[in-house]
Structure formats: C-alpha cells, structure tokens
C-alpha cells in the first residue's frame, strides 16, 4: 500500500508506506498507485518516505528506479531508511542513483 | 627478457630449489626451524625497531618492538602445533583423511608501515608450511625487511633448512615486483599494501592472498563504559601513531551521550578542532587529488601534523578530531588515514548512528574490521549484523584486537582479509594454513540411502520430488 501526496506549492510527490513489509504483492500494488497519483501530474519531485518500513522486495526497488526515471536526476530521493533497508540499497548500487538516506 | 625477469627467474630458480628440499622435511624437522627462526627474530626485536623506525620516519620506536614481538613470539605460540606436514587430519567415520603439501614458492609483498614485522610474520608462516619465501619490500623500507630477513634466512640455516628457503630483494624496483608476481614459479603472493598492490597482485595471474583498506567506523553505544571506551581508542590509535590498517577512523556517538563522550575524550587530553583547524588538517591529511591519505602524515606524531597544519594544539595531546558532518568526497576525514586522527559524528538517534557507520563502512572499508562499545548483546548483534567487515570487535582496541593474539582468540596476523567486500578471497585472519594445499584422501564409505534406493525411478517422470524423497529417505 502506498498513500501519496503532492504538495502544490514545491511540485512535490511525498509517498508513504503504510504497508511496512513492502513484498512483491504490495510493490506491485504501490507501483499501480503511484502511478495513477503520478500521471495527475504537477510534479517535479518525488520523496518516498520509508518511515516505519522493515522489508523491501525486488519489486519495490525496481518501483523505486522506475519513480527515479520519472523526473529529473537527482529530483528523486528516498528517506527515513532503516539501516537494513540502507543496506539493501548499498548492496544492489542505488544507494547513490536514488539518494538514499 | 628485462633485467628484472633475469632477476625474478634467478631468484625463482633458487626457490624451486628450496621448495624441493623442502619434500623431504617432517613434522618434527620444519617446528624446529621455525622454533629457531621465531628466536633470532624476537632477540633482534629492538634492533630492527630501530631499524625500522630510522629508515622509514613512520610510528613509535616501543609500538615497533611490540609489533616485532606479536609478530615472533604471538604468532609462534599460534602455530606452534599446528599439523602442516603429511597427515593433519583422520577421520574413521567419514573415511576421509587430509594431507597437508606445501604451495610452493611464495612472493611476500610488505608494506613500509609494519616493515619487519610483517617480514618475520610471513617468514614464520611460510616456513612452518615448507614454503620458500621471497621477501619483497616496499623501496621506503628495504634495509630493516632485508636485515630482518637476513636474520630469519640465517637462524633457518642453523637448523637444517633448505638453501634459498628465505630470499629478498635489496633494491626494490616496481618492475622487478611485477615481473615476480607473474612469474609462474611463484605459488602464492602475500599481498600487503595499498589498493593499487593488492590489485597488480591479483591481476597478475597468479593466486594471491591481499588485504583490502581499512576505513574502521567505531560506535559507542549509550550502553558503554565512556572513559573505559575513550581510553581504549586512543590506547589502539596511538598505536604506532596509526598506522596499523584496522586503527579506528571514525567515532560515532549519539547526541544523548554526545557531551560525555566528547569531555572524556578532552580529560584524557585529544583535542576537538574547530572548522578552520578542520580544514587545515584535511589540506594536509588528504590528497586533494586522490581523495587518500597524504604520505606525509602517515605514521606522524600529532605535533607534526599540527605543525605541518600550521596550527597549534594544547601539549601532549594524544588524538586530534575533526567533527564531520557527512561521508564521502565533499568529507576528506571520512576516509582512512593512519595517522593519529580521527573523524567524530553525533547523530540524533540509533538509526542515525548505524547508518554512518554503514556510510563509512561503504566508503573505503569494506571487509576490514568495524569497532563498538557496548554492555548491551541486543546492540552487539544487531550492529555486527549490519557491518560488513571480516572483523567487528567489541569493547576492543580495533588495531590490536584485528591483529589479534592478544585481545581475542583470533589467529594473529599482519595480512587481514577483507573477503569478496575487498576483493580478497577470505575474510580471516590470513596464517599459516592459508598456505597449504590440502589434498584429501577419500575412503570407500556407501551412502546407504543412495545404495538401496531403485534408481530406476528416477526415470518415472510421473513421480514428483516429494515423492522420490520419501522413498529415498524410507526406513531411515
């Protein structure tokens, strides 16, 4: 599950994961989510906020790189990571591509 | 064919001759050479700290003969009776038995830092294994790796040991390193050193044991012994003033303790920089160009640091640290330099705190050895866990309890292996049975499940796994 938000005034996209366990069913459903709030348009910036979220799927990464394409570089950033989930990032080489912190 | 391949094929030609003297040699004949080996070196400890210390401008004259010490003395009483020759292991039940055989000649590459206690270490390990062994030091620091191997070649000698079984090369030269290390007469190459080493070493087609930088976060977890923490950091980073590779680097606290751990580092006299001193000391410290330590602080005392600086620091000052706010480039003291300096981050939370340890961990350290301070398992566990380090040492000097020996049970070494994360091949402590090819006789033992199963089964494609695994496990 994904709950996004756009704040108007800094064409930002801010995305929360209820859902902490983001596995495959749940990534492709953010994914479907996203999206649709996404092609709303007005936005320049995505934040997706991973506060509270313990597990990463394959799936969400790739979620992550495919939002990442969807606005300038560097316009895209991920925050609020727990460290495992830092690490994941680390390990598959995106830690820097999606700014990650 | 170069000079230097004349060279290298001469030396190598005199250690295929050792090698095969070395066939003939048992169990009982090897200990005593290394006995005596590991005794010329510990007699010659003060010298050659001398030597070293002289030659190279690096560390601390007492630090030295302590390393020369763990290099002997340690590293002998570890593998003293260890099995290396013939028959090391027998198993009845399993029908296997394992038979230890040399490498073959071996190419010891050793850094200028920990000169001739490297050369003494690697000499001991190499022998106990019926190793040859080419000594090849770094140009900064030839005269004391000769001297020491001079001294190790010629107490071997007194006992028995081949000719040629220790060999060194007087006058380094890049070329002639290179063309040793893909020399196929060369078995193995120990490689201690920086990156650009390590990787010529594991490029040149040869097999190679290295080592991978060190970038060592240190956490003090709210649950530490602040004073017993702080005195210990600054007990392993004075250490020869820094310049053992798994020295602390980074001290990360949370903001909650922050003020007491930052007024036990100043009653045991380190000395917090301001941002102007920072950036003095990163001018210093770093090479803008490379982003690495500048050699002309490696091994420094801290006043010189200071004075190359050009600031002043309060007298006896022992540690000086920089607060950082970030890793990486744009951060010169997030990265490793063996030198008594340290970088400082205070973080608002745990989390924080765990991921600029990663964040450093990533930096230039991987493999290598991460440090915490802590009275709390749950914390230990978890930030173990997370590290990805060959060695993550707990309420312990990172310098010495890496090495290890001392602190802790690990094997004593000067060749720490960072594993794949460092582009090495293991993640332990490298010793003497990283040098054995163990063969491995394997006696007829049936597997009964595999002997009374219809194999013809496997050909009834209508039977699934779940099915053929029960039959195969029926009646066990």
Not at chain 2, 37 to 44: E, I, R, S, W
Not at chain 2, 83 to 103: C, F, N, R, Y
Request: net charge negative; charged share 25%; proline share 5%.
């Amino acid at each position: 599950m994904i709950e996004c938000r756009v704040d108007k005034a800094s064409r930002t996209m801010f995305c929360h994961f209820p859902t902490k366990k983001m596995d495959t069913n749940a990534s492709t459903e953010a994914d479907k989510e996203f999206l649709k709030s996404f092609n709303e348009g007005g936005v320049d910036k995505i934040v997706f906020d991973l506060e509270g979220v313990t597990y990463v799927a394959s799936g969400f990464l790739r979620l992550c790189v495919s939002a990442a394409g969807k606005v300038e570089k560097g316009k895209f950033s991920v925050i609020h990571t727990d460290p495992q989930i830092m690490k994941v990032y680390k390990i598959a080489g995106l830690d820097s591509l999606l700014n990650v912190s | 064919m170069s000079k230097f391949d004349e060279k290298a094929g001469e030396l190598l030609k005199n250690a295929a001759l050792a090698a095969g003297a070395f066939e003939m040699f048992d169990q009982e004949k090897t200990d005593r050479i290394v006995e005596e080996v590991y005794k010329a070196g510990f007699d010659a400890r003060i010298s050659l700290a001398h030597m070293a210390c002289e030659e190279t401008g690096l560390g601390v004259f007492e630090h030295k003969v302590i390393k020369n010490v763990l290099a002997t003395q340690v590293v002998y009483e570890d593998i003293k009776n260890e099995k290396t020759v013939g028959i090391i292991s027998e198993d009845e039940h399993s029908g296997i038995t394992e038979i230890a055989q040399p490498l073959g000649p071996v190419l010891a590459v050793i850094p200028v830092t920990n000169p001739t206690s490297t050369v003494m270490f690697k000499i001991l390990i190499s022998l106990k294994t019926r190793n040859p062994i080419i000594i090849s030091p770094s140009p900064r620091a030839a005269k004391c790796c000769s001297e020491a191997a001079r001294i190790c070649y010629e107490a071997a000698l007194r006992a028995d040991a081949p000719e040629y079984c220790v060999q060194w090369i007087e006058e380094p030269a890049i070329e002639l390193t290179q063309a040793l290390m893909a020399h196929r007469g060369v078995a193995m190459i120990l490689a201690t050193g920086g990156p650009g080493l390590v990787k010529a070493a594991y490029s040149s087609g040869t097999p190679a044991l290295g080592v991978g930088p060190g970038n060592v976060p240190v956490f003090i977890d709210e649950s530490a012994d602040i004073p017993y923490a702080v005195r210990t950091i600054i007990l392993s980073k004075t250490f020869d003033n820094g310049t053992i590779c798994a020295s602390e680097q980074a001290i990360v606290v949370e903001k909650k303790i922050v003020d007491r751990v930052r007024s036990e580092f100043k009653k045991q006299k380190c000395y917090f920089l301001n941002p102007d001193e920072t950036a003095k000391v990163e001018k210093v410290a770093v090479d803008p160009k490379t982003g690495l330590m500048s050699p002309s602080v490696v091994g420094q005392p801290v006043e010189l640091i200071a004075s190359l600086a050009g600031i002043s620091v309060p007298p006896e000052t022992k540690i000086i640290i920089a607060e950082q706010e970030g890793v990486g480039a744009a951060y010169p003291l997030s990265g490793e330099v063996l030198a008594p300096i340290l970088a400082f981050y205070v973080r608002d939370d745990l989390k924080s705190a765990i991921k600029t340890c990663i964040e450093l961990n990533y930096l230039g350290g991987l493999g290598h050895t991460a440090s915490i301070y802590a009275n709390n398992d749950e914390r230990i566990n978890e930030f173990a866990e997370i590290m990805n380090a060959g060695r993550i040492v707990v309420n312990t000097p990172s310098a010495q309890g890496a090495v290890g020996g001392i602190f802790n049970e690990l094997h004593p070494s000067f060749t720490l292996g960072c594993g794949t994360w460092g582009k090495n091949i293991t993640t332990e402590n490298v010793t003497a049975h990283h040098l054995l090819n163990i063969k491995r006789i394997c006696r007829r033992r049936d597997n009964l499940k595999w002997s009374a199963f219809p194999t013809e089964k496997y050909f009834d494609e209508s039977l699934s796994a779940d099915d053929l695994l029960m039959e195969f496990h029926k009646n066990y």
